[in-house]
Every structure is written in C-alpha cells, then in structure tokens.
C-alpha cells in the first residue's frame, strides 16, 4: 500500500511540474483570465489515473506555484479545482460500469466543472480579491473565457486518453498506480 501511494504522490507530482510548466508555454488572456488548456488536460488525467482527491490536489498546487512565480491569476483556483472534483467524481463512479462512456462523460464533466461552475465562482473571488468593480461584471463574465480554455485542454486529454486506450496502455497504467 505505501508502494503505491508513493507512485501516486509521485505521478501527482509530475502532473503539477506538466500544468506550471505547460501554462507557461501555452496560455493566452481571454477577458481577465489566463487560458490554460494544459490544466484542463492534467485534470482529466488526474481523473483517469489518481482520482478525485489527488486531480483537486494537483489543481491546487499547480494554481498556487503558478500564482507564486507570477504565471497565473486566482481565477486558476476556482476553474482548475471544481473541474478537476468533477470529473474526478464521475469517472471514479463510472471507470467500472462502461470505460468509454466514462472517459466521455469525465470530459463533459471537466467542461461543465470549469466552463460553468468554475467561471461562476470565479466572479465572487474577482470581486472580492481582485479588484473588480462587480457593477461592471456580469456574474456569467467568466463562462465563456474558462469555456474556451477547458474546451481545448479536454480535446487533447481525451485524444490522450483514447490513444493510450487503444494501444493498451491505460489499464496497463492505471493498474500500476492502483492499491495492493
């Protein structure tokens, strides 16, 4: 057992190094909000091979060094970490029933987690925190750039994902990162 949650503390780790590292090579502003479809991408990930409680983990840590070295804004908080929860959930609840419609779903969820709930609890953390006059922010402001962005970065997670799936990969992965 501690073999294994060494690996997923490790695999975590890697995952945090490939969302700072990816935000700084590709991102771009979109009303307010740095874009980074790498994050969305890590999250599906997250989802697919540790779980839930790790991808919000991953989120948080990978949002607070980006914060850190001056790479990111606090809208990476609330987006990366409700959509990582997301789509953690719904493929932990459904990795065992059908694996495809599982993969599916984890990325609609990413989308729904970022894009909607994310970009709504974005508005009070931009109010409060941020500076923004909040009489001149709709509370919908930050659907559509988070939208843009978790859009992207599913498309790439879930090309990965059907990729490593195909080739045989995945369980070959996820089986080496589960409890003994």
């Given at each position: ?17 490939i969302?700072?590292v ?55 908080f ?103």
């Open positions: 057992m501690r073999s294994s949650n060494t690996k997923k503390l490790a695999v975590a780790a890697i995952f945090v190094a969302a700072v990816g935000s700084a090579f590709i991102s771009f502003p979109v009303f307010g909000s740095k874009c980074s479809p790498t994050q969305h991408m890590v999250n599906v990930l997250c989802a697919v091979f540790l779980g839930p409680w790790y991808g919000v983990g991953v989120a948080f840590c990978a949002s607070l060094i980006r914060n850190l070295v001056g790479a990111g804004t606090l809208m990476a609330p987006g990366s970490m409700i959509g990582a929860l997301c789509c953690g959930l719904v493929f932990k609840a459904l990795k065992n029933k059908n694996e495809v419609l599982a993969i599916v779903l984890t990325l609609a969820a990413e989308m729904l987690g970022t894009g909607v709930l994310g970009g709504l609890c974005a508005y009070p953390v931009a109010t409060l925190f941020m500076d923004v006059d909040a009489a001149s922010t709709a509370v919908t402001a930050y659907i559509i750039p988070f939208l843009i962005s978790t859009v992207a970065g599913s498309i790439i997670a879930g090309v990965l994902v059907f990729a490593l799936r195909a080739g045989g990969a995945l369980k070959i992965l996820q089986r080496s990162l589960e409890l003994k």
